[in-house]
Structure formats: structure tokens, C-alpha cells
């Protein structure tokens, strides 16, 4: 398959359309803001373009989270040749990750790619995915980056916050962060506790109020 897609959209039942999770926590939360600029600046000094290598990066992430969706629904995903040579390997050392931490793990999926608009708040958003370990249920993010930032905690809160709207009889019990190694093909297993996908959920809640406000300036 190919790398291009059509953004997607979330509507409400209204026909309205709604931003979206990382839309808002993208224009509201700026705590890795020096972080980035000083790489930006550093590749810069080196000759780089950070631009092309964020675009890359970006790209290599959407192949991968399309290859571990495949490989938990077991159907064969086709790259097809607008994904460069460098994006491929790099996107398989990620599924090798993944397939070696869904080995050790053994987690029965229950959904992935979960499409949800939230109707109390006006915001749309998907979720990699729910699994069961035992009788325990947990809502997981997949993600390729260097490392982990505490965004991605405020993001998986707000999920487990729609999912549950959704899902009135379901009940999450944690959270988990999979980073894919995507240079080394290693896996991270980042556990998130309810109490930190709650106050994760709280605080979108006043990034979302921000983002309201802010169109009254």
C-alpha cells in the first residue's frame, strides 16, 4: 500500500467536524519546545535539514504502526514503492520489535485503530488499540520516537477518557507505551498507571479549554 492517505476528519453527530487530540495538544502543550529547537538548531549546524528529516521520521512511523496493524489483524500489508529503501528497514526493524514484544507478552488484542469521536467534548481522535493481558484491559500507543515524552501520557489519558465514553460497560485498567526501536530493532515497554491516564485526561481538559478560549482573542 501506499504512503498517501487523506487526513483524516472526525465529525460529530451533528455533521460538525471536531479537532482532533493531537491538534490540540500540538498548539497547547509546548513542554518539549526547547528540546526541539535545540535539535533543530544542532542539525542545522551539521548541514542537515531538520524539516526533511522530520517528514522522513514521520513517514517511517506511519509504515510501521500500518505494518503492526496488519501483523495483529494477520493480513499482509504490500510496501509498495513510494516508501524509500531506508523508511522500509528502518519500519521493519519496528515490526521485528513488535513481533518480539507480542511474543514475550502474549496480549489478546481486542481492538486496534480506534476511530473515536467524543460527543461530551467535541474532540476526535484514534487509538492504536486495546488489549487484554489475562483479565486485565489496557489501552496502548505505539510509537517510533527517540524516546518518550510525558505528551504522549496526556494523549493515551485522553483516549482511555473517549474510549470509556464509548464504551460504558469497558473498564481500563492501565496504559502502555511501546516504543519501536526503529534503528535497533529493540522494544521499550512503558507501563502507565489509571492515576496517570486520569490526570493525563485532566490535564487535556484544560488544554481543550485553552484551545476554546483562545478563539475568543
Same mark, same amino acid.
Given at each position: ?38 535539535? !533543530? ?21 506511519? &509504515? ?30 519496528? &515490526? ?69 465514553? &464509548? ?7 492501565? !496504559? ?8 535497533? !530493532? ?32
Amino acid at each position: 500500500m501506499g504512503k498517501f492517505k487523506v487526513h483524516t476528519k472526525y465529525i460529530a453527530e451533528d455533521g460538525n467536524v471536531v479537532p482532533s487530540v493531537t491538534t490540540i495538544l500540538n498548539s497547547q502543550l509546548g513542554w518539549n519546545k526547547s528540546i526541539l529547537m535545540n535539535w !533543530g538548531i544542532r542539525m542545522v549546524k551539521e548541514g542537515k535539514d531538520p524539516h526533511a528529516y522530520t517528514k522522513d521520521a514521520a513517514d517511517t512511523g506511519t &509504515l510501521a504502526h500500518s505494518l503492526c496493524e496488519a501483523d495483529i489483524n494477520g493480513t499482509d500489508y504490500e510496501i509498495t514503492d513510494d516508501w524509500t529503501e531506508n523508511q522500509t528497514v528502518r519500519a521493519m526493524k519496528a &515490526l521485528m520489535a513488535f513481533r518480539e514484544w507480542r511474543e514475550q507478552t502474549k496480549p489478546k488484542f481486542v481492538a486496534a485503530e480506534i476511530r473515536m469521536v467524543s460527543e461530551n467534548q467535541r474532540v476526535g481522535g484514534t487509538a492504536d488499540g486495546v488489549f487484554k493481558i489475562g483479565k486485565k484491559i489496557y489501552i496502548y500507543d505505539i510509537k517510533t520516537s527517540r524516546d518518550t515524552y510525558p505528551e504522549m501520557r496526556v494523549q493515551l489519558g485522553q483516549y482511555c477518557t473517549m474510549y470509556e465514553e &464509548l464504551q460504558p460497560k469497558a473498564k481500563i485498567d492501565g !496504559g502502555v507505551i511501546l516504543r519501536l526501536d526503529k534503528e535497533t !530493532g529493540d522494544f521499550h515497554y512503558h507501563a502507565v498507571h489509571r492515576d496517570t491516564l486520569d490526570i493525563g485526561a485532566k490535564i487535556f481538559k484544560h488544554a481543550l479549554a485553552m484551545y476554546e478560549l483562545k478563539k475568543e482573542l
